[in-house]
């Protein structure tokens, strides 16, 4: 290569390497390699030359041309690590500015807690039924040995519909357990989540509807110590970990022997406000299904026998979430519903 | 109910035994105590002091200065406002630091000039009654310096037991009762009680005269020699411990027997009664008494009454009259123990709203064995405190009655296999013996009596006895154990799968926000939504005026809150799934019918001139509901102009979608009806586009389903071509998708409309629609010649249309 040409291409890489972008990388190549660059003048004049001079002259031109390239391709490789470098840096980021917002709806806590518990409970060959909120007095108490005049209807503060008093707001989701048996071949589990109203004075802890989910097994050779095993599995499943629990007698007339059952509060270990400073949490009335509701179903209480349970779902929410007023949950308030 | 645990330990042997333990104790084996509280802590604070001299306040008339000996020695300086106060009484007194009830805390104060060291109290400060007009004097023999709770033996605990627990337990009504129940616990015995009738004179017998089945026994005994008197302090004590205030003599002796063997009974005064007798008969229909509250009451033939001669003197088994009431001046009584039918009792005292404790009891079916008894025991009683007292006649004993006492067969297999526990024969017995029942060995169990207060309603069946048995032997004694069967999965629920899709969906991708409304729906919400007069499943006694209504649909609760979330948030997104129903189609079992439904509101600001086409409430929860119906993977339905409307619903502005075999709309798409947005509070700063929908789950489960195959992937790309159209304003815009269908003849594969325009550049009465269309071969790559001849019969077809092409570009 001649002295002039070793002086263009040493020109050629100081400028290569001095340039700071790619962009004035690509000016500098079209400078030197491009359609009417240094190269393609060496080339052009390569016809005008002796002959002898033509070959080494072509020669030359070509080498000059590989070398500005080679620069160009290593200062390119040089200038993208420093981007990535300066992308890297990460500069002007604020690690205290917020998340981007996502727009979401929401499942009503209700659902929610129904849906864990219908799964829990399918798990277990439990099946999901459903019934009326406006029911029939037969199966709200009659069928379920509360016959006319019995002094427990009182307790129940039942709303009773207009006409000739066989239809009421069913007071607990119990009714669904003579439903059952008229219509399904025993031996069979059932969950029954739904409403159920109560007439009584609304006030934070009080609401004239809540939710409930009642329960009921029919097979043969049930006992209480099979009662007593399902309703630690349930409990288990819904705190997630094993509480002590206790059963003691409760009257409710469809079951026989009947009882309450109460947990260990699982909030605290020596008394607290939800406990009422008992340590015990009164969770599930329960119980064996009485014999004279069994007959109702159409079911020989001879042969078969279960037991049933009533789940407070409205206060299973207000537990888990901490809400002190059950009113929030029925209603239309965005301002509740939009936190689940 | 409130029990005193020195009132039952006069029943049964509590010794060792903490009222703490003796109420986890009934809580596990008998009923649910609710409370437990010390009897007048403040009792065991307060102690007795000798009054040793009192002299008067230098300074005030009214103020004495007491020299008292309260044990501790320096006698202390109190000074006392009460005239009774003497020298060589006993009294209460409160020393400083002491607090007395309402948070009073006693301190050492100057009172006009002179330093007192406390109180002497009185009864009413110590909340033991409503006397203030003086002092307490205790008796003579209370020991100085002990407190006054000590000295008088009346250290007490008040044990409170649900009365739910009790509906099934008439024999609980009582302590005697409960101290039963306490024997069976701890095994030990009842301590004997008296029930023999005292002697009595050979009078004629009181003139009892039954006419109605409701009272199936009715012991009169009269009394003669007793009077006006202030109840002795044992008896006094154990009222005041269980709340109830001490009044006199006769009334508390009656309210006695009843709290101790559960047995009510009423108290006349025989001087006010006719020389006829009593009746016991049915109410005539407006017929009134008054009665001892004062009250008129208004009567049905539905009420027994307690009648002298003719004159109504009782509401039975509930209230006595005012008339026939025991005063000072009561010599003569009559004392009536009675068995009432429980319904009856019941019947009246809801209707009236007048429960009392006798009503409580005999609404709970008492034992008709009881009356005869109780009136020996009162007797017995009164005679001990006044022996002046005298029976001048037998008791008269009217009624057709038959002890309840019965005998069960109890299989013991029975109570292992429902227990689940193998408790032997023998522990069998023991309890059931322990709780009173006669227990008789047989082949394979007991022949077991019941014994009468038992037998009236509570144990009738031999599962009765395995729960009489299970809680005593305590049911934390038996294991828990695993159920075992086989477990078949559940028969499909499609309407449950169909919930929790639709809730996935629109709390997902659509972000809506659940709502649980009230199944009762306000009147002021139908009045406002013109809903009223439909026909409504109502109930006769709602938890507040104007809510006794059932409601019909969904719709209205999402409009209810409208106003309150608009005002926070510009986008409201709400739904609810839920029921509805409808009267005027009962089953013949006259059942309303039910409705499934899904209700759905979205209200935003009305979109601004710049928004797009598609960005209007209604058009939003089209897509929503659309894309919810494809989710559910059924066919698409055929929308049509809503037709036979609720009244929530644009009347020009609204879509029903249905399906084949199904009468009922799958769903009602509308804006809301112009006319009600005011009514809902949506005008000036929250006027809102508010669009609803009402979907019917009953339908929907009708509806056919789509088929889930797979569609293979196009192998030869498509071309997209956009066009516009400019057309008159009324004809649809589907007669352009059919255009664009036709035009393609078959190469068609999907259309969209991207704008939507109306403005005065395309002239009056016209619109624009801009759509983008690929097309697509199965067979080959298309090309700008098939471009060209698609549009070019579609230019065609669109002169048919009277519209015009306006642009069409690949």
Not at chain 2, 73 to 82: K, R
């Amino acid at each position: 290569m001649s002295q002039d040409l070793e002086a263009t291409l040493a020109e050629a890489k100081q400028k290569i390497l001095a340039c700071e972008s790619a962009h004035a990388l690509k000016d500098i190549e079209r400078i030197y390699v491009g359609k009417k660059g240094v190269v393609a003048g060496l080339l052009a004049k390569i016809p005008g030359l002796p002959a002898a001079q033509r070959r080494d002259a072509g020669k030359t031109a070509n080498q000059l041309k590989q070398a500005v390239l080679q620069a160009v391709t290593a200062r390119q490789g040089e200038l993208a690590s420093s981007e990535i470098e300066a992308q890297r840096s990460g500069a002007g980021f604020d690690a205290t500015l917020p998340p981007g917002r996502t727009v979401r709806g929401s499942l009503h806590p209700i659902t929610q807690v129904t849906r864990e518990l219908e799964d829990l409970f399918q798990s277990m060959g439990y099946q999901v039924l459903d019934g009326p909120e406006v029911e029939l007095d037969y199966y709200n108490f009659e069928a379920l040995n509360i016959p006319a005049n019995h002094p427990a209807r009182d307790s129940h503060d039942t709303f009773f519909c207009e006409g000739d008093g066989h239809l009421v707001m069913r007071t607990h989701t119990s009714p669904v357990q003579v439903r059952a048996m008229e219509r399904l071949e025993p031996p069979y589990r059932i969950v029954v989540p739904g409403k159920c109203f109560r007439q009584e004075t609304t006030d934070a802890s009080h609401d004239h509807t809540f939710h409930q989910m009642e329960g009921l097994v029919v097979d043969k050779d049930i006992s209480v110590a099979h009662l007593i095993g399902a309703m630690k599995t349930l409990l288990r499943g819904i705190f997630g970990r094993d509480l002590e629990v206790r059963l003691r007698p409760g009257y409710f007339p469809f079951v026989e022997p009947g009882f309450e059952l109460d947990a260990r509060c699982p909030f605290c270990d020596s008394g607290c406000s939800v406990c009422k400073r008992t340590t015990w949490i009164e969770l599930l009335p329960c119980g064996l299904v009485h014999p004279n509701v069994l007959r109702a179903g159409g079911l020989d209480p001879d042969e078969w026998g279960g037991f049933a349970f009533g789940l407070g779902l409205s206060r299973l929410v207000m537990l888990r979430h901490g809400i002190d007023d059950v009113r929030h949950l029925l209603g239309c308030d965005l301002r509740f519903l939009e936190q689940f | 109910m409130y029990v005193s645990y020195r009132w039952l330990s006069r029943h049964v042997d509590l010794t060792g035994i903490s009222p703490e333990q003796l109420c986890d104790d009934l809580t596990l084996s008998t009923a649910e105590v609710e409370g437990l509280e010390r009897f007048a802590p403040h009792l065991s604070d307060v102690v007795v002091g000798s009054v040793l001299a009192r002299e008067k306040h230098p300074d005030a008339d009214k103020l004495s200065v007491c020299t008292v000996d309260i044990g501790q020695g320096e006698p202390a300086t109190i000074v006392c406002g009460a005239p009774n106060v003497a020298t060589g009484q006993k009294v209460a007194v409160a020393t400083p630091g002491t607090v007395l009830p309402g948070d009073f805390k006693i301190k050492k104060s100057k009172i006009r000039g002179v330093t007192s060291a406390g109180m002497i109290c009185s009864v009413s400060e110590l909340e033991l009654g409503d006397e203030h007009d003086g002092i307490w004097v205790l008796p003579d023999e209370a020991a100085v310096g002990v407190p006054v709770a000590d000295a008088l033996g009346v250290d007490d605990w008040v044990i409170e037991i649900d009365n739910k627990s009790l509906t099934h337990r008439p024999d609980l009504w009582g302590h005697r009762g409960i101290a039963g129940e306490l024997g069976a616990i701890y095994s030990r015995a009842l301590q004997p009680l008296c029930f023999e009738m005292p002697a009595h004179g050979q009078a004629t017998p009181y003139p009892v005269q039954i006419e109605s089945e409701a009272c199936s026994r009715y012991v009169a005994l009269p009394i003669d020699g007793a009077r006006a008197q202030t109840s002795p302090d044992w008896l006094r004590w154990l009222l005041l411990a269980i709340g109830q205030r001490p009044i006199d003599l006769l009334v508390d002796l009656s309210n006695f027997v009843m709290l101790d063997i559960g047995q009510p009974n009423h108290t006349f005064d025989r001087q006010r009664l006719s020389d006829q007798g009593i009746t016991v008969r049915m109410a005539s229909a407006g017929e009134t008494m008054q009665t001892l509250d004062g009250e008129e009451r208004k009567l049905q033939p539905s009420d027994l009454l307690i009648c002298s001669d003719t004159q109504p003197v009782a509401l039975a088994g509930i209230m006595g009259g005012e008339g026939s009431k025991v005063g000072d001046d009561t010599k003569a009584l009559l004392l009536e123990v009675a068995t009432f039918d429980a319904t009856t009792v019941r019947r009246t005292s809801s209707r009236l709203g007048l429960r009392t404790d006798s009503s409580a009891r005999f609404e709970k079916s008492l034992d008709p064995t009881m009356p005869m008894r109780a009136a020996a025991y009162f007797a017995r009683l009164l005679q001990e405190i006044q022996p002046e007292v005298s029976l001048p006649a037998a008791p008269t004993d009217a009624g057709d009655w038959t002890d309840p006492a019965h005998s069960l067969m109890l299989r013991t297999e029975r109570v292992r296999q429902a227990l689940g526990k193998p408790i032997p024969d023998e522990e069998i017995g023991d309890i059931l013996g322990r709780l009173g029942f006669v227990v008789e060995a047989q082949n394979d169990g007991f022949a077991v009596g019941v014994p009468s207060p038992r037998a009236t309603k509570d144990v009738t069946i031999e599962r009765d006895l395995v729960e009489e048995v299970g809680r005593i032997y305590r049911y934390g004694n038996i294991a828990e154990r695993v159920m075992t069967a086989d477990v078949r999965p559940p028969p499909p629920d499609e309407r449950r799968v169909f919930v929790r899709r639709i809730q996935d969906r629109l709390a997902g991708s659509a972000h809506f926000h659940e709502a649980i409304g009230y199944s009762f729906v306000d009147d002021d919400l139908l009045e406002k939504l013109g809903m009223l007069s439909l026909p409504h499943v109502r109930v006769v006694n709602p938890a507040n005026q104007g809510q006794d209504k059932v409601r019909r649909s969904i719709v209205p609760s999402l409009l209810s809150g409208l106003e309150t979330n608009r005002r926070r948030l510009s986008d409201v997104r709400l739904f609810e799934v839920g029921k509805g129903y409808l009267p005027e189609h009962s089953n013949d079992r006259g059942e309303p019918r039910e409705r499934h439904l899904v209700g759905l509101v979205l209200a935003a600001p009305p979109p601004g001139k710049q928004a797009t086409f598609d960005a209007d409430g209604f058009t939003q929860l089209y897509g929503v509901v659309t894309d919810l119906l494809d989710a559910l993977g059924l066919e698409a339905p055929e929308w049509s102009a809503g037709e036979a409307l609720p009244s929530w619903a644009h009347p020009n502005k609204a879509l029903c979608a249905r399906y084949p075999d199904h009468d009922e709309p799958a769903v009602i798409l509308a804006d809301l009806e112009p006319g009600l947005a005011p009514a809902f509070g949506l005008s000036g700063d929250l006027t809102s586009d508010v669009a609803l929908a009402e979907i019917s789950l009953d339908a929907l489960l009708d509806a056919p389903r789509r088929g889930s195959r797979y569609r293979p992937i196009p192998r030869f790309p498509g071309i997209k071509v956009d066009v516009a159209v400019a057309l008159p304003t009324e004809t649809p815009s589907a007669s352009v998708v059919e255009s664009i269908i036709k035009a393609g003849k078959g190469s068609v594969a999907d259309i969209e409309l991207f704008d939507l325009y109306r403005g005065e550049s395309i002239g009056a009465d016209r619109k624009s629609l801009a759509y983008h269309v690929l097309l697509q071969s199965e067979s080959r790559t298309l090309t700008d010649k098939d471009e060209r001849k698609f549009l070019k019969r579609f230019e065609e077809l669109l002169g048919e249309l009277g519209a015009d092409l306006r642009g069409g570009s690949g």
